[in-house]
């Protein structure tokens, strides 16, 4: 591929048994106001007729990975391309037309970002509804959730400069199915992450979702994520070993590991255990906001109802949450508050 203009953008797309979305996708890509310098899909040894269906855009630069995962295939798609800016979309997800003009925009503006995200909509049948009521872009700090949520929504929000990426050893394969997290999370601890305020990015939700499919691991998906966390808290601790936050978030990640003995106490129906761990985790837990307190739940929550349809999720988590309620230690007022404040809210699937 020739060499690009200094402010091209690249448009990197894993597929894997993508057929039923991957030319919508695609479309959405080709009608962006700003038109991508290169588009690249890379294949991951798909065995429906997604491939097939790519073939058919001569726009398309279509290659095949010879190993295994979406982290691996958006490394190559990465290594591949020429251009300045690298924008990551799933097979599965669409672009209001204004998406890569916005982010690109806003990385133009910001010199000292290395990395721009927009706001994403989950939609199911119905089209996405995207939001520019709200404009300008703020700053965002993935690490005020850690580790339990970041508060990023997958790779399609995304426009990152590409330099960094090889900076920070591009997308952690040995991750695959939490690679977004500790990206962002390896982005921030460099440059503050540019957040803009539009929803330019609808994120599709079905029953087959990387996320919903890792989350089916119950209990081992929280130690997965345990993994990725201590991962990307070493590499910040590499950069600065002298960072004041570093001990917070060490007793935050033994938090992490707490809830995951809670899940699968909970799972097990072992009340003696339920009450041990919701102590613990009220201990550890004692100084962290109600807001950072919800989302530790919907860690739970993920981990115990890897479920995409909202209503049944709401409905599955009122009566295991309401029925947790009466077990849980009445030692841990914090913790008990926050799985109150959770039965009736409509979930966040994404």
Request: with cysteine; glycine share 4%; hydrophobic share 40%.
């Amino acid at each position: 591929m020739k060499e690009k203009s200094k402010n091209s953008v690249a448009v990197i797309i894993p597929l894997y048994n993508g057929a039923p979305w991957i030319e919508e996708t695609i479309k959405s890509v080709l009608s962006q106001s700003l038109k991508p310098d290169e588009i690249i899909v890379v294949d991951d040894n798909s065995t429906d007729e997604g491939y097939e269906i790519v073939k058919k855009y001569k726009e398309v630069t279509l290659v095949k990975n010879e190993g295994k995962g979406s982290s691996m295939s958006r490394n190559l798609g990465t290594k591949l391309s020429k251009s300045r800016f690298i924008a990551f979309l799933d097979q599965d997800d669409l672009w209001h037309p204004s998406h890569l003009r916005l982010l690109r925009n806003a990385l133009l503006d910001n010199s000292e970002s290395n990395s721009v995200i927009a706001i994403a909509n989950s939609f199911e049948k119905n089209p996405p509804k995207y939001d520019f009521t709200t404009k300008g872009c703020t700053y965002f700090d993935p690490w005020t959730r850690y580790p339990f949520t970041i508060g990023v929504e997958g790779p399609s929000v995304a426009l990152i400069r590409r330099e960094i990426l090889f900076d920070i050893g591009l997308w952690e394969e040995k991750s695959t199915g939490m690679g977004d997290a500790i990206l962002f999370l390896k982005l921030s601890s460099q440059k503050p992450l540019l957040k803009l305020q539009s929803c330019t990015v609808g994120k599709r939700v079905h029953a087959g979702s990387q996320w919903i499919a890792i989350r089916d691991w119950g209990a081992k998906y929280l130690n997965f994520r345990h993994q990725v966390m201590r991962s990307a808290l070493d590499f910040r601790t590499n950069i600065n070993s002298n960072d004041p936050f570093l001990p917070e978030f060490e007793l935050k990640l033994k938090a992490l590991k707490t809830l995951q003995h809670l899940t699968h106490s909970i799972a097990e129906q072992d009340h003696k255990n339920v009450v041990e761990y919701a102590n613990l985790l009220e201990t550890q837990l004692s100084n962290v906001t109600d807001t950072y307190m919800a989302h530790v739940f919907y860690c739970l929550m993920g981990a115990l109802f890897p479920i995409h349809d909202s209503e049944k999720l709401k409905i599955e988590r009122d009566h295991v949450f309401t029925e947790l309620l009466k077990i849980w230690s009445d030692e841990a007022p914090k913790t008990k508050m926050a799985i109150q404040n959770l039965i009736g809210e409509k979930p966040l699937v994404s």
